[in-house]
């Protein structure tokens, strides 16, 4: 392990377990994708959902991730979820349930980094109702190394492809900065080039 705000976690042969319970006002399901999650109460535009940390590891120890939650074992797929903080040194991090959040291009949270590195705030951009899925748009993230994927959220403004803030068009730039708060997207841009 190379650094955690994550309090609860373990190593036992190549394996990581993470032991954190999903706030009462959340709740991981199954749906089309696999597993998602969704709101247990009514949440108002710009409130704080959850604040997230992640632990950051070297790539070559560790082949499963499982996530020990309200008494249920979820195992994380680290190269759908995990991400690496820089591609020469292998090292990558991973959220716990926020690991279940599903793409959409009109989604309903966004997220901002908090003043210490590893830990994420994720915020509603909508009213969102009870019982509804949170998503976020994958396009937000600074993927330079990830293969496109086709997008299936079937959404009235979906981009038919998630490819990574670098690999969109001005336009496609532009629908996605309007989702992000307290985020510098100069620096965002600038980090594209």
């Known amino acids: 392990m190379i650094s955690s705000s994550i309090q609860n976690y373990k190593f036992a042969e190549k394996s990581l377990y993470i032991y954190e319970n999903v706030p009462d006002h ?15 109460k009514k949440i108002n535009k710009g409130e704080s959902i959850v604040k997230q940390g992640f632990i950051i590891f070297q790539e070559e120890l560790i082949d499963k991730i499982f ?25 990558m991090w991973i959220g716990t349930y926020t690991c279940f959040l599903n793409h959409s291009c009109d989604p309903n949270i966004t997220y901002q980094s908090l003043n210490d590195e590893y830990l994420t705030d994720y915020v509603a951009i909508k009213d969102i109702e009870e019982g509804e899925e949170l998503t976020m748009n994958y396009n937000s993230f600074i993927a330079e190394w990830t293969e496109p994927l086709k997008c299936q959220c079937n959404s009235h403004s979906c981009m038919k492809e998630i490819k990574g803030y670098k690999f969109l068009d001005e336009i496609e730039r532009e629908k996605i900065n309007k989702t992000l708060i307290n985020f510098d997207i100069e620096e965002l841009q600038k980090s594209c080039e």
Do not use: C, P, R, T
């Open 26 to 40: 959340l709740q991981i399901k199954k749906n089309n994708f696999g597993y998602g999650l969704y709101s247990n």
């Open 67 to 91: 996530l020990i939650s309200n008494n249920n074992e979820y195992e994380i797929n680290k190269h759908i979820h995990g991400d690496y903080n820089n591609m020469n040194d292998k090292k």
